[in-house]
Every structure is written in C-alpha cells, then in structure tokens.
C-alpha cells in the first residue's frame, strides 16, 4: 500500500508563501494511472480541493484559488510540491495530499490514497 | 461551478439501526458511459478522510458491506444498514464528474447515542 507524506512549515506569515511537499512511497508519480492532488480542510469546515497534477505535468486547478496556487512534481524525488502565494488567515488549515486514480477513458476510482495531512497557520 | 448540497448537516443514530445520508448535485453527476461520478468519504475523528464509495455504488476496498451507496443524476443516498460506533464521523460527498476537477459537499456529522 502506498504512503503520502506531508511536509513544510507549520506558521507562514500573512502575505508570504505556503510551501509544502508530499513525499510517495510505494508508487510511483511517473504512473499514468493515477493523479496526485491536495485538499485542505480549514479549522470547523469541510474538505476543499486544490489542485492536481498528472504524471504528464499537466495541472488543475480550483478556480477560487488558481491565481494564487501552483502544484509541481520532482519525480527524481517522487515528490509532488504546493505553492500558494500570498496567504491569508484564511489559508489556515490542514492540508492533505492524496492519490486520484483514474485514468482519462479507462477508470475512475477516487481518491483511495491520503496522507495524515499537515497543520498550517498563517499568523504574524 | 457543481455546488455539491448534503443532509442533514448532522444526524445521531442508535448502533445497530440504519442511517441514511442525501447528496445532491447541481448538475447531473451520469457520464454518457453511463457511470455517476460521485464518491463518498468518512473522516474518523482526528484522521484523514478515508474512500467509501466510488463512481455512485462501488464499494473501495476493505469497506464493510453495510455500507451502501445508490442514486444516479443529481440525488444520490449514501446508507448504512446497521451503524457501529465506529462509524462516527464527518461524512463527505464528492463530484468527478468534471474529473480531474473536485468538489465536495459540505459534510454530515454522525454521532453516535
């Protein structure tokens, strides 16, 4: 069973930039089978997508956030990275990655794979 | 934008009785293969969501069989035949049909009495 791991700074100041990375073990981010995204979830609220991306380097993202946000992979790592710029309060929360696997045509089966998720707060 | 619309917001249920939990769509979540792009997740307290339910009805492996989904369109239902306690939890929906653009549905909170 493959593993997610989050990473990065646990306080991010207003106006900086939220850094962090996911770390997989036990797959591999080079697979066409399979999206690597993350989700946040802000203290008392639900679950928020943000983004994927696919092993060909193609992204997506939430229209809310997409002027703000960019994923990236380091396969060399089988690592994939979130940047959000200009954080506010509002970006506090805990954020997830997780494995999509579906396959464009072929398959869809959710997303079967998540990290423990890390806590980030954005404060002065 | 699907806007993704749970209920109830919360729901407390006695072990051993059934619970049921309603997911609507804004939009009709069927492809023209004729899948419903709509999956169901559990929060256990203190962890990460875990899949139940994918594409409307399938369970994800290693999920009990008294978990069950149904609906197709924009309603779907998300059952369970007989609750445990450990079953407590934030339940969320979540549409694929704009795959590999997600949203969720706001979460059902089950408690346990």
């Known amino acids: 069973q493959p593993q997610l791991q989050e990473s990065g700074p646990g306080l991010v100041k207003p106006s900086e930039t939220l850094s962090l990375t996911c770390t997989v073990s036990?797959?591999?981010?080079?697979?066409?089978?399979?999206?690597w995204g993350w989700i946040r979830q802000s203290p008392g609220k639900g679950l928020e997508w943000i983004g994927n991306i696919y092993y060909s380097g193609s992204t997506y993202y939430n229209l809310s956030l997409k002027s703000r946000v960019t994923i990236s992979a380091d396969t060399s790592k089988s690592q994939f990275s979130l940047k959000l710029i200009s954080v506010t309060a509002a970006d506090t929360a805990v954020y997830y990655c997780?494995?999509?696997?579906?396959?464009?045509?072929?398959?869809?089966?959710?997303?079967?794979?998540w990290g423990q998720g890390t806590t980030v707060t954005v404060s002065s | 934008d699907i806007v993704m619309t749970q209920s109830p917001l919360s729901l407390t249920v006695t072990p051993g009785e059934p619970a049921s939990i309603s997911c609507r769509s804004s939009q009709s979540l069927m492809y023209r293969n004729g899948n419903n792009y709509l999956d169901w997740y559990l929060q256990k307290p203190g962890q990460s969501p875990q899949l139940l339910i994918y594409?409307?009805?399938n369970r994800a492996s290693g999920v009990p069989d008294r978990f069950s989904g149904s609906g197709s369109g924009t309603d779907f239902t998300l059952k369970i035949s007989r609750v445990e306690a450990e079953d407590v939890g934030i339940y969320y929906c979540m549409q694929a049909i704009q795959t590999p653009l997600l949203t969720f549905g706001g979460g059902t909170k089950v408690e346990i009495k």
């Open positions: 997780a494995r999509l696997k579906y396959r464009p045509h072929y398959y869809y089966y959710g997303l079967d794979v």
């Open positions: 036990g797959d591999s981010i080079s697979s066409s089978s399979y999206h």
């Open positions: 594409l409307g009805s």
